[in-house]
């Protein structure tokens, strides 16, 4: 998939078939995420790749916003040193694992932003890290409607060399 395309279509995906994801898929959508530029090359993410069903359903149970992730066959925790940038940086590697994964059919969703403490004991996360996000991957139960998204128009967004003035 081109990668505007990849942009251009990705929705937040909630509902999982029960299929795995192959492990080259895996590697690349963890590979997008290590890939990814950060401030000053400080590279601030840690990612805990989770296959284990019975991890993904305490996943589940510990963010509040997001108890699909019990039923996707594979999560990446995203967790961050306590720096300037980290919470930056990992986002951007967020969404690069979120595009790659989007590209190979595979679907997710940020699940979490804060209130994660308790994932730290279960994943045996050092003290000095902080979890900023579960992604549950999984290729998704029903076809997604590919570009059909709601958003707000160009020219209400961009601005051309001042605000207030339209970019078209």
Same mark, same amino acid.
Do not use: C
């Given at each position: 998939m081109?990668?505007?395309?990849?942009?251009?279509?990705?929705?937040a995906?909630?509902?999982?078939?029960?299929?795995?994801?192959?492990?080259?898929?895996v590697?690349?959508?963890?590979?997008?995420?290590?890939?990814?530029?950060?401030?000053?090359?400080?590279?601030?993410?840690?990612?805990v790749?989770?296959?284990?069903?019975?991890?993904l359903g305490?996943?589940?149970?510990? /963010?509040s916003?997001?108890?699909?992730?019990?039923?996707?066959?594979? /999560?990446?925790?995203?967790?961050?040193?306590?720096?300037?940038?980290?919470?930056?940086d990992?986002?951007?590697?967020?969404q690069?694992?979120?595009?790659?994964?989007? /590209?190979?059919?595979?679907?997710?969703?940020?699940?979490?932003?804060?209130?994660?403490?308790?994932?730290?004991?279960?994943?045996?996360?050092?003290?000095?890290?902080?979890?900023l996000?579960?992604?549950?991957f999984?290729?998704?139960?029903?076809?997604?409607g590919?570009?059909?998204?709601?958003?707000?128009?160009l020219?209400?967004?961009?601005?051309?060399?001042?605000?207030?003035?339209?970019?078209?």
């Amino acid at each position: 998939m081109e990668v505007f395309d990849a942009i251009r279509t990705l929705l937040a995906v909630r509902a999982y078939q029960d299929k795995p994801i192959p492990d080259d898929v895996v590697r690349r959508i963890v590979e997008a995420g290590r890939l990814t530029g950060s401030g000053m090359n400080r590279q601030p993410w840690h990612f805990v790749v989770v296959r284990d069903k019975n991890t993904l359903g305490r996943l589940g149970s510990l /963010a509040s916003s997001g108890s699909y992730t019990a039923q996707a066959p594979l /999560a990446v925790v995203v967790a961050t040193d306590k720096t300037r940038f980290a919470v930056s940086d990992a986002s951007r590697a967020i969404q690069s694992m979120l595009l790659a994964a989007w /590209a190979d059919g595979v679907g997710s969703n940020w699940v979490g932003f804060g209130g994660l403490e308790q994932v730290k004991d279960l994943l045996g996360l050092p003290a000095g890290l902080e979890v900023l996000a579960i992604l549950p991957f999984g290729y998704p139960t029903r076809p997604v409607g590919r570009g059909k998204k709601q958003r707000k128009a160009l020219r209400e967004v961009a601005h051309l060399e001042r605000y207030g003035r339209p970019f078209e």
